[in-house]
Protein backbone atom coordinates (compact mmCIF):
# COMPACT_ATOMS: atom_id res chain seq x y z
CA UNK A 1 0.00 0.00 0.00
CA UNK A 2 0.98 3.55 -0.61
CA UNK A 3 1.96 6.25 -3.37
CA UNK A 4 4.03 4.02 -6.20
CA UNK A 5 4.97 6.51 -8.43
CA UNK A 6 5.69 10.55 -7.73
CA UNK A 7 7.22 13.44 -9.60
CA UNK A 8 8.81 16.06 -7.84
CA UNK A 9 9.32 19.15 -9.55
CA UNK A 10 11.31 22.04 -7.74
CA UNK A 11 13.95 24.12 -9.28
CA UNK A 12 15.52 25.01 -5.88
CA UNK A 13 18.39 24.25 -4.43
CA UNK A 14 19.26 23.41 -0.62
CA UNK A 15 19.73 26.05 1.38
CA UNK A 16 21.15 26.25 5.49
CA UNK A 17 18.07 27.48 6.62
CA UNK A 18 16.49 24.75 5.27
CA UNK A 19 17.72 22.07 7.50
CA UNK A 20 15.41 23.48 10.29
CA UNK A 21 11.94 22.60 9.31
CA UNK A 22 12.04 19.34 7.49
CA UNK A 23 13.94 15.60 7.59
CA UNK A 24 14.51 15.11 3.61
CA UNK A 25 17.79 16.85 4.07
CA UNK A 26 21.16 16.64 6.20
CA UNK A 27 24.33 19.64 6.23
CA UNK A 28 25.75 17.62 3.33
CA UNK A 29 22.89 18.33 0.82
CA UNK A 30 23.47 22.33 1.21
CA UNK A 31 23.98 23.59 -2.41
CA UNK A 32 22.60 20.55 -4.47
CA UNK A 33 19.02 20.42 -5.61
CA UNK A 34 16.12 20.33 -3.40
CA UNK A 35 14.21 17.60 -6.10
CA UNK A 36 17.31 15.29 -6.40
CA UNK A 37 17.80 15.06 -2.97
CA UNK A 38 14.83 14.39 -1.75
CA UNK A 39 14.12 11.45 -4.31
CA UNK A 40 16.85 9.81 -3.32
CA UNK A 41 15.89 10.17 0.25
CA UNK A 42 12.36 8.84 -0.24
CA UNK A 43 13.66 5.94 -2.67
CA UNK A 44 16.55 4.25 -0.26
CA UNK A 45 14.04 5.15 2.38
CA UNK A 46 10.87 3.60 1.15
CA UNK A 47 10.74 -0.27 -0.71
CA UNK A 48 8.98 0.41 -4.13
CA UNK A 49 8.74 3.44 -4.26
CA UNK A 50 9.71 5.51 -7.26
CA UNK A 51 10.15 9.47 -7.13
CA UNK A 52 11.34 11.02 -10.05
CA UNK A 53 12.99 14.30 -9.82
CA UNK A 54 12.51 17.79 -11.81
CA UNK A 55 15.07 19.97 -11.39
CA UNK A 56 13.01 22.53 -13.60
CA UNK A 57 9.96 24.93 -13.08
CA UNK A 58 6.08 23.58 -13.11
CA UNK A 59 6.22 26.13 -16.53
CA UNK A 60 8.55 24.02 -17.98
CA UNK A 61 6.31 21.00 -18.49
CA UNK A 62 3.36 20.72 -21.38
CA UNK A 63 -0.46 19.38 -20.66
CA UNK A 64 0.78 16.13 -21.78
CA UNK A 65 2.65 16.05 -18.74
CA UNK A 66 0.18 16.51 -16.55
CA UNK A 67 -2.01 14.70 -18.07
CA UNK A 68 0.03 11.54 -17.39
CA UNK A 69 -0.86 12.17 -13.08
CA UNK A 70 -3.91 11.07 -10.96
CA UNK A 71 -3.59 13.90 -8.64
CA UNK A 72 -1.87 16.89 -8.43
CA UNK A 73 0.07 18.18 -5.26
CA UNK A 74 1.19 21.80 -4.84
CA UNK A 75 3.51 23.59 -2.45
CA UNK A 76 4.27 27.01 -4.01
CA UNK A 77 5.96 29.89 -2.84
CA UNK A 78 3.41 32.30 -4.96
CA UNK A 79 0.21 33.12 -5.59
CA UNK A 80 0.96 33.51 -9.68
CA UNK A 81 2.56 30.04 -9.76
CA UNK A 82 -0.47 28.19 -8.38
CA UNK A 83 -2.81 30.67 -10.90
CA UNK A 84 -0.74 28.85 -13.71
CA UNK A 85 -1.26 25.34 -12.30
CA UNK A 86 -4.58 26.22 -11.72
CA UNK A 87 -5.24 27.26 -15.52
CA UNK A 88 -3.27 24.08 -16.46
CA UNK A 89 -5.14 21.43 -14.66
CA UNK A 90 -8.57 23.04 -16.03
CA UNK A 91 -7.56 23.39 -19.66
CA UNK A 92 -7.09 19.51 -19.64
CA UNK A 93 -10.62 19.10 -18.87
CA UNK A 94 -12.49 17.40 -21.77
CA UNK A 95 -16.35 18.16 -22.61
CA UNK A 96 -18.79 16.28 -25.03
CA UNK A 97 -20.70 17.94 -27.62
CA UNK A 98 -23.77 18.22 -24.94
CA UNK A 99 -21.32 20.64 -23.17
CA UNK A 100 -20.90 17.96 -20.33
CA UNK A 101 -17.74 17.29 -18.58
CA UNK A 102 -15.96 14.21 -18.83
CA UNK A 103 -14.69 12.93 -15.15
CA UNK A 104 -12.21 11.04 -16.12
CA UNK A 105 -10.27 13.84 -17.84
CA UNK A 106 -10.52 16.33 -14.04
CA UNK A 107 -7.07 15.93 -12.04
CA UNK A 108 -7.67 16.50 -8.24
CA UNK A 109 -5.68 19.23 -7.24
CA UNK A 110 -4.56 19.33 -3.49
CA UNK A 111 -2.83 22.73 -2.54
CA UNK A 112 -1.57 24.14 0.79
CA UNK A 113 0.20 26.90 1.73
CA UNK A 114 1.95 28.83 4.73
CA UNK A 115 2.47 32.45 6.17
CA UNK A 116 4.64 32.36 9.38
CA UNK A 117 2.01 30.83 11.89
CA UNK A 118 -1.46 30.50 9.09
CA UNK A 119 -1.58 28.29 7.16
CA UNK A 120 -4.13 26.33 4.36
CA UNK A 121 -5.18 23.34 2.43
CA UNK A 122 -7.41 22.96 0.18
CA UNK A 123 -8.62 20.22 -2.07
CA UNK A 124 -9.83 21.12 -6.19
CA UNK A 125 -11.69 19.18 -8.54
CA UNK A 126 -11.18 21.50 -11.95
CA UNK A 127 -14.51 22.17 -13.40
CA UNK A 128 -16.40 21.02 -10.37
CA UNK A 129 -15.27 22.67 -7.44
CA UNK A 130 -14.17 26.41 -6.77
CA UNK A 131 -10.87 26.62 -8.04
CA UNK A 132 -8.09 29.49 -7.49
CA UNK A 133 -9.57 32.14 -9.78
CA UNK A 134 -12.53 31.98 -7.53
CA UNK A 135 -10.99 32.55 -4.53
CA UNK A 136 -8.16 34.84 -5.83
CA UNK A 137 -10.08 37.83 -3.63
CA UNK A 138 -8.54 35.30 -0.17
CA UNK A 139 -5.01 35.47 -1.16
CA UNK A 140 -3.54 38.64 0.70
CA UNK A 141 -2.39 41.40 -1.83
CA UNK A 142 1.39 41.80 -1.93
CA UNK A 143 3.11 44.83 0.51
CA UNK A 144 4.76 47.55 -1.47
CA UNK A 145 6.73 49.93 0.06
CA UNK A 146 6.07 53.94 -0.92
CA UNK A 147 8.01 55.05 -3.62
CA UNK A 148 9.31 58.18 -2.00
CA UNK A 149 10.74 56.02 0.81
CA UNK A 150 12.24 53.54 -0.95
CA UNK A 151 14.08 56.59 -3.24
CA UNK A 152 14.90 59.03 -1.21
CA UNK A 153 14.48 58.38 2.93
CA UNK A 154 15.03 54.45 3.01
CA UNK A 155 14.94 53.15 6.85
CA UNK A 156 14.44 49.32 6.69
CA UNK A 157 17.13 46.94 5.26
CA UNK A 158 13.61 46.09 3.03
CA UNK A 159 14.02 49.48 1.63
CA UNK A 160 17.18 49.12 0.06
CA UNK A 161 16.32 45.52 -1.82
CA UNK A 162 13.20 47.23 -2.79
CA UNK A 163 15.47 50.67 -4.35
CA UNK A 164 17.35 48.11 -6.40
CA UNK A 165 14.46 45.65 -7.35
CA UNK A 166 12.22 48.91 -8.74
CA UNK A 167 14.59 51.38 -9.13
CA UNK A 168 18.12 50.33 -10.13
CA UNK A 169 17.40 47.37 -12.09
CA UNK A 170 15.50 48.71 -14.70
CA UNK A 171 18.31 51.97 -15.20
CA UNK A 172 21.44 49.40 -15.14
CA UNK A 173 19.80 46.46 -16.93
CA UNK A 174 22.86 44.61 -15.78
CA UNK A 175 21.66 41.06 -17.60
CA UNK A 176 20.32 42.81 -20.89
CA UNK A 177 18.08 44.90 -22.48
CA UNK A 178 15.06 42.93 -21.86
CA UNK A 179 16.01 40.54 -18.98
CA UNK A 180 13.07 40.81 -16.21
CA UNK A 181 14.12 39.67 -12.39
CA UNK A 182 13.68 36.28 -11.91
CA UNK A 183 13.56 35.38 -8.15
CA UNK A 184 15.12 31.85 -8.31
CA UNK A 185 17.93 32.92 -10.89
CA UNK A 186 20.80 33.12 -8.33
CA UNK A 187 22.88 35.36 -10.32
CA UNK A 188 20.05 38.16 -10.28
CA UNK A 189 19.85 37.69 -6.42
CA UNK A 190 23.48 37.77 -6.29
CA UNK A 191 23.42 40.95 -8.07
CA UNK A 192 20.85 42.93 -5.89
CA UNK A 193 21.87 41.81 -2.69
CA UNK A 194 25.20 43.29 -3.56
CA UNK A 195 23.60 46.52 -4.72
CA UNK A 196 21.54 46.47 -1.73
CA UNK A 197 24.19 46.38 0.49
CA UNK A 198 25.90 49.27 -1.01
CA UNK A 199 23.11 51.18 -0.54
CA UNK A 200 22.65 50.49 2.77
CA UNK A 201 26.10 51.22 3.83
CA UNK A 202 25.22 54.74 2.42
CA UNK A 203 22.52 55.62 4.76
CA UNK A 204 23.74 53.44 7.60
CA UNK A 205 21.05 50.49 7.62
CA UNK A 206 22.32 47.14 8.80
CA UNK A 207 19.96 43.87 7.98
CA UNK A 208 20.73 43.04 4.48
CA UNK A 209 21.47 39.97 4.16
CA UNK A 210 21.05 37.53 1.06
CA UNK A 211 18.18 35.38 2.88
CA UNK A 212 16.35 38.52 3.13
CA UNK A 213 17.12 39.59 -0.11
CA UNK A 214 15.62 36.40 -1.64
CA UNK A 215 12.10 36.69 0.79
CA UNK A 216 11.80 40.41 -0.53
CA UNK A 217 12.16 39.75 -4.46
CA UNK A 218 10.54 36.23 -4.29
CA UNK A 219 8.00 37.43 -1.59
CA UNK A 220 8.71 35.06 0.87
CA UNK A 221 7.33 35.04 4.17
CA UNK A 222 10.01 33.09 6.88
CA UNK A 223 8.67 29.43 7.37
CA UNK A 224 7.41 27.89 10.61
CA UNK A 225 7.89 24.12 11.10
CA UNK A 226 4.92 23.21 13.10
CA UNK A 227 2.31 25.07 11.03
CA UNK A 228 4.23 23.46 7.80
CA UNK A 229 3.57 19.95 9.61
CA UNK A 230 0.22 20.40 9.93
CA UNK A 231 -0.44 21.24 6.60
CA UNK A 232 1.95 18.65 4.97
CA UNK A 233 0.28 16.30 6.89
CA UNK A 234 -3.21 17.45 5.96
CA UNK A 235 -2.47 17.66 1.97
CA UNK A 236 -0.86 14.09 2.52
CA UNK A 237 -4.31 12.92 4.56
CA UNK A 238 -6.26 14.19 1.40
CA UNK A 239 -4.35 12.57 -1.16
CA UNK A 240 -4.67 9.25 0.43
CA UNK A 241 -8.56 9.74 1.07
CA UNK A 242 -8.65 10.86 -3.01
CA UNK A 243 -6.63 7.91 -4.33
CA UNK A 244 -8.58 4.93 -1.92
CA UNK A 245 -11.79 6.48 -1.23
CA UNK A 246 -11.81 5.60 1.90
CA UNK A 247 -13.57 8.98 3.19
CA UNK A 248 -15.00 11.87 1.36
CA UNK A 249 -12.71 14.66 1.06
CA UNK A 250 -12.45 17.61 2.31
CA UNK A 251 -15.12 20.17 1.29
CA UNK A 252 -13.02 22.41 0.43
CA UNK A 253 -10.87 24.66 2.52
CA UNK A 254 -8.92 24.07 5.52
CA UNK A 255 -7.96 27.07 7.62
CA UNK A 256 -5.28 27.15 10.05
CA UNK A 257 -4.22 29.97 12.59
CA UNK A 258 -1.51 29.33 15.94
CA UNK A 259 -0.25 32.73 15.86
CA UNK A 260 -2.59 32.91 19.31
CA UNK A 261 -3.81 29.04 20.51
CA UNK A 262 -4.96 26.83 18.05
CA UNK A 263 -7.61 27.31 15.84
CA UNK A 264 -8.52 25.55 12.68
CA UNK A 265 -11.57 25.61 10.19
CA UNK A 266 -13.23 24.08 7.05
CA UNK A 267 -15.57 25.59 4.53
CA UNK A 268 -16.54 25.13 1.30
CA UNK A 269 -15.50 27.68 -0.75
CA UNK A 270 -18.10 28.73 -3.33
CA UNK A 271 -17.42 28.62 -7.68
CA UNK A 272 -17.97 31.52 -8.88
CA UNK A 273 -20.42 31.58 -12.03
CA UNK A 274 -18.31 34.30 -13.20
CA UNK A 275 -15.01 33.28 -12.63
CA UNK A 276 -12.80 34.25 -16.02
CA UNK A 277 -10.98 31.13 -15.36
CA UNK A 278 -13.40 27.93 -14.90
CA UNK A 279 -16.77 29.20 -16.19
CA UNK A 280 -16.64 28.60 -19.47
CA UNK A 281 -18.98 31.43 -20.11
CA UNK A 282 -17.66 34.72 -21.98
CA UNK A 283 -16.31 37.48 -19.66
CA UNK A 284 -17.88 40.41 -19.87
CA UNK A 285 -15.87 43.94 -19.71
CA UNK A 286 -17.62 46.92 -18.73
CA UNK A 287 -16.30 50.14 -20.24
CA UNK A 288 -17.07 53.65 -22.17
CA UNK A 289 -16.22 54.10 -25.50
CA UNK A 290 -13.98 56.91 -24.36
CA UNK A 291 -12.30 54.87 -22.17
CA UNK A 292 -8.46 54.80 -22.78
CA UNK A 293 -6.49 51.59 -23.75
CA UNK A 294 -4.27 52.40 -20.55
CA UNK A 295 -7.72 51.91 -18.25
CA UNK A 296 -8.08 48.58 -19.52
CA UNK A 297 -4.41 47.50 -18.92
CA UNK A 298 -5.27 49.07 -14.90
CA UNK A 299 -7.96 46.89 -14.63
CA UNK A 300 -6.48 43.77 -15.91
CA UNK A 301 -3.59 44.65 -12.94
CA UNK A 302 -5.99 45.97 -10.15
CA UNK A 303 -8.94 43.98 -10.49
CA UNK A 304 -8.91 41.77 -7.60
CA UNK A 305 -10.29 38.98 -9.09
CA UNK A 306 -7.78 39.09 -12.28
CA UNK A 307 -4.50 40.58 -10.90
CA UNK A 308 -2.38 40.09 -14.28
CA UNK A 309 1.39 41.16 -14.10
CA UNK A 310 2.31 41.94 -17.73
CA UNK A 311 -1.52 41.27 -20.01
CA UNK A 312 -0.52 41.13 -23.45
CA UNK A 313 -4.16 42.39 -25.71
CA UNK A 314 -4.98 41.35 -29.47
CA UNK A 315 -8.11 41.41 -30.90
CA UNK A 316 -9.46 40.74 -34.41
CA UNK A 317 -10.73 43.51 -36.70
CA UNK A 318 -11.92 42.72 -40.12
CA UNK A 319 -10.53 39.17 -40.05
CA UNK A 320 -7.23 39.93 -39.22
CA UNK A 321 -5.12 39.32 -35.93
CA UNK A 322 -4.59 42.94 -34.98
CA UNK A 323 -2.16 43.57 -31.42
CA UNK A 324 -3.29 46.26 -29.15
CA UNK A 325 -0.68 46.36 -26.67
CA UNK A 326 2.54 44.02 -25.26
CA UNK A 327 5.34 45.09 -22.63
CA UNK A 328 7.14 42.18 -22.73
CA UNK A 329 9.49 42.63 -25.93
CA UNK A 330 10.74 46.12 -25.70
CA UNK A 331 10.50 46.60 -30.01
CA UNK A 332 6.44 45.83 -29.50
CA UNK A 333 6.20 47.86 -26.57
CA UNK A 334 7.40 50.74 -28.18
CA UNK A 335 5.84 49.95 -31.56
CA UNK A 336 2.85 49.79 -29.41
CA UNK A 337 2.64 52.19 -26.50
CA UNK A 338 0.94 55.09 -28.18
CA UNK A 339 -2.20 52.79 -28.13
CA UNK A 340 -1.94 52.86 -24.58
CA UNK A 341 -3.47 56.91 -24.85
CA UNK A 342 -5.81 56.32 -27.37
CA UNK A 343 -9.31 55.57 -26.81
CA UNK A 344 -11.55 52.49 -27.38
CA UNK A 345 -13.40 54.45 -29.99
CA UNK A 346 -9.85 55.37 -31.92
CA UNK A 347 -8.98 52.19 -31.51
CA UNK A 348 -12.16 50.61 -34.05
CA UNK A 349 -13.08 48.89 -30.73
CA UNK A 350 -17.17 48.31 -30.83
CA UNK A 351 -20.05 46.82 -27.92
CA UNK A 352 -19.33 42.71 -28.37
CA UNK A 353 -15.16 43.05 -29.14
CA UNK A 354 -13.72 40.46 -28.38
CA UNK A 355 -9.86 41.05 -26.70
CA UNK A 356 -7.82 37.62 -26.33
CA UNK A 357 -5.63 38.23 -23.03
CA UNK A 358 -2.54 36.29 -22.40
CA UNK A 359 -0.58 36.77 -19.08
CA UNK A 360 2.44 34.92 -17.14
CA UNK A 361 -0.62 33.82 -14.56
CA UNK A 362 -2.07 31.27 -17.06
CA UNK A 363 -0.43 29.30 -19.92
CA UNK A 364 -3.84 29.76 -21.49
CA UNK A 365 -5.08 33.10 -22.52
CA UNK A 366 -8.34 34.32 -21.87
CA UNK A 367 -10.92 36.11 -23.63
CA UNK A 368 -13.05 39.21 -22.52
CA UNK A 369 -15.76 40.55 -24.44
CA UNK A 370 -16.62 44.41 -24.38
CA UNK A 371 -19.80 45.65 -23.18
CA UNK A 372 -20.25 49.23 -23.91
CA UNK A 373 -23.41 51.39 -21.94
CA UNK A 374 -26.59 51.22 -24.12
CA UNK A 375 -26.39 55.39 -24.63
CA UNK A 376 -23.08 55.19 -25.39
CA UNK A 377 -24.29 53.37 -28.22
CA UNK A 378 -26.49 55.84 -29.66
CA UNK A 379 -24.10 58.71 -30.09
Avoid at 25 to 36: Q, S, Y
Avoid at 69 to 98: K, P, Q, T
Wanted: with cysteine.
Amino acid sequence: MGFRNIDVIDMDTVDLSNLNRQFLFREKDVGKTKANVAAEFVNSRVPGCNVTPHFARIQDFDADFYRGFHIIVCGLDSIEARRWINSMMLSLLEYDADGQLNPASVKALVDGGTEGFKGNARVIFPGTSACVECTLDLYPPQINFPLCTIAHTPRLPEHCIEYVRVLLWPQEKPFGEDAPIDGDDVSHLKWIYEKALDRASQFGIEGVTYRLTQGVVKRIIPAVASTNAVVAASCATECFKIATCCAPPMNNYLVFNDVDGLYTYTFEAERRDDCAACSRKPTFLPMSMNDKLQNVVDHFVNSATLRMKAPAITTVIDGQSVPLYLSTIKSLEERLRPNLKKTLRELALVDGQELVVADSTTPTSRIFKLVFPAEAMDH
